[in-house]
C-alpha cells in the first residue's frame, strides 16, 4: 500500500523558514506529478506548489519567490522549502502525488496525513 508521510512542520516566527519533507512507500513504478496543498481553518484547500517528473514547477501567486519545491526521484520525496514566512501561510500543509504503481497501469491519487505549519511571534 502507498503511503505518504509530511514532516518538518512546526512553529516558526515571521520571516523563518520552513523545509517540509513527503516520502512515499510502498510499490511505486512512477511518481508522476507531485505537490504540496494547504487548508487553513474556515478556507478552502488550496494549491500551493506542483512539480512533474520532468521538474516543471507551479506555485500559487502568494507564495512566489518565497518557497521552492523540489524532488529527489531516487528517494520518492518531495520537498518544500518555505523561506520568509508570514502569518498567513498559517496552514496545514499536505502532500499530494499522482503513482502509477505498475508498469501499464493508471495513475492513483494519494494524500498525506497533513503537517501543521504555525507562523506566530
Known amino acids: 500500500q502507498v503511503q505518504l508521510v509530511e514532516s518538518g512542520g512546526g512553529l516558526v516566527q515571521p520571516g523563518g523558514s520552513l523545509r517540509l519533507s513527503c516520502a512515499t512507500s510502498g510499490r511505486i513504478f512512477s511518481l508522476n506529478a507531485m505537490g504540496w496543498y494547504r487548508q487553513a481553518p474556515g478556507k478552502q484547500r488550496e494549491l500551493v506548489a506542483a512539480i512533474t517528473s520532468g521538474g516543471s514547477t507551479n506555485y500559487a501567486d502568494s507564495v512566489k519567490g518565497r518557497f521552492a519545491i523540489s524532488r529527489d526521484n531516487a528517494k520518492n520525496t518531495v520537498y518544500l522549502q518555505m523561506n520568509s514566512l508570514k502569518p498567513e501561510d498559517t496552514a496545514v500543509y499536505y502532500c499530494?502525488?499522482?503513482?502509477?504503481?505498475?508498469?501499464?497501469?493508471?495513475?492513483?491519487?494519494?494524500w498525506g496525513q497533513g503537517t501543521q505549519v504555525t507562523v506566530s511571534s
Open positions: 499530494n502525488a499522482r503513482i502509477q504503481r505498475v508498469m501499464g497501469g493508471k495513475d492513483y491519487e494519494y
